[in-house]
């Protein structure tokens, strides 16, 4: 099941944002740490009503921030549907304990069924280049890579895909 997140649930979201920063990096991914995302910026997507959280039994086990806002640096990218109507996935978690299950395909497709019902044209996420995990899954579930944009200060670039959705 997927809900929108309320302010209750910030404490478990925290915890899976830790140990995913955390095994990110004993993976030798680079693409997280302390300084983002932080508990702050899960608040605020709370706030919005942008943070939707998976259930799993009674348990959260992931959450994802899907919205309209794009980031400064996605204007310089040659997006395949020239419509700002888009969906963009942020900050997507799943406990590392659940991951391998199928969840992050569950949380693209609620995406995408939520752009459907929102008249929305395409979703657009980025990734870590060096996160090939989620490269893989993104083009396996259709979307194609339309550029590469540079955030905090990182030398390696993430990779920008998007899916036409209607």
Known sequence: MIRKAIKDDISKIVNIMKDVVNK????????????????????KDIENGDLYVFIK?????????????????????????????????????????????????????????????????????????MNKKAQNLFKKLGYFEVGKVYFRNKKEPFICFEKNII
């Open 24 to 43: 990110m990096i004993s993976e030798g991914n680079p693409q997280w740490d302390s300084s983002y995302p932080t508990k702050d910026i899960y608040l």
């Open 57 to 129: 039994g009674d348990q959260i086990v992931a959450a994802a921030c899907i919205n309209q806002i794009q980031a400064e640096e996605y204007k310089n990218i040659k997006w395949k549907i020239s419509s700002d109507n888009s969906f963009v996935i942020h900050r997507i978690i799943i406990d590392p304990n659940f991951q391998n299950q199928g969840i992050a395909v569950d949380f693209m497709k609620f995406a995408e069924k939520l752009a459907i019902k929102s008249n929305i044209f395409s979703i657009r996420i980025d990734t870590f280049s």
